[in-house]
């Protein structure tokens, strides 16, 4: 199943879920002129009626400046870039 029918099935199952994702404590270290990299410590809050449930993780990103605005290098474009440890507890 993929596109608009998965979209559907997905926004279905999740429709009555509250959320919350914070990211916080970034922890970022400049290596050069124009890149950097960082960490970010997460935490997530899923209440779906009486059950609630807790993730956490970190956020590891690299970033650049270019033409002096800094660019958050995007997962998708530079999987080796960006990645997320999670933990569900």
Do not use: K
């Not at 410590?41 to 605005?69: A, C, I, K, N, T």
């Not at 660019?71 to 870039?81: C, G, I, R, Y």
Request: glycine share 8%; no cysteine.
């Amino acid at each position: 199943m993929t596109g608009a029918a998965a979209t559907e099935v997905i926004a279905n199952a999740v429709q009555d879920i509250v959320t919350v994702h914070d990211g916080h404590d970034p922890q970022i270290v400049v290596e050069t002129a124009v890149t950097a990299r960082g960490r970010w410590s997460l935490y997530d809050r899923l209440e779906y009626g009486d059950e609630v449930m807790h993730g956490y993780g970190h956020y590891h990103e690299s970033y650049r400046r270019v033409q002096g605005q800094v660019e958050d290098l995007e997962p998708q474009a530079h999987p080796a870039e960006s990645r997320l440890e999670r933990f569900l507890g």
